[in-house]
């Protein structure tokens, strides 16, 4: 599946932004999907997962609370709402997807997802 995603700006720390990731290709509502991001300097790290029925969600524990991910099947789109957004969280945020992930488990290991998007920027400013 070819993941696009979409939504990343500049901010002030305390904003709010809407990640999307559209999919195409093979069905993307079997698919277990991740947000991971980078920052300069850094590792690849995750950022939140949600099963392929959306009954299981995961999230770093840097996020929780501020962050919400959710997917729209009908769509073959799934987002990422950031709240509450700190000048820390500025990165490369990349959408990721998986077939055959358990309804139950979302992993949050970067080498267990097989298809990635090629990211799209999030800047926060103090």
């Known amino acids: 599946v070819q993941l696009q995603a979409s939504g990343g700006g500049s901010v002030q720390a305390g904003g709010s932004l809407r990640l999307s990731c559209a999919a195409s290709g093979r069905t993307f509502s079997g698919n277990n999907m991740g947000w991971f991001r980078q920052a300069p300097g850094k590792e690849r790290e995750f950022v939140a997962g949600i099963s392929w029925s959306g009954d299981s969600t995961s999230y770093a524990d840097f996020v929780k609370g501020r962050f919400t991910i959710s997917r729209d099947n009908a769509r073959n789109t799934v987002y990422l709402q950031m709240n509450s957004l700190k000048p820390e969280d500025t990165a490369v945020y990349h959408c990721?997807?998986?077939?055959?992930?358990?309804?139950?488990?979302?992993?949050?290991?970067?080498?267990?997802?097989?298809?990635w998007g090629q990211g799209t920027q999030v800047t926060v400013s103090s």
């Open positions: 990721a997807g998986v077939s055959g992930g358990s309804r139950w488990y979302v992993s949050r290991m970067a080498h267990e997802y097989a298809d």
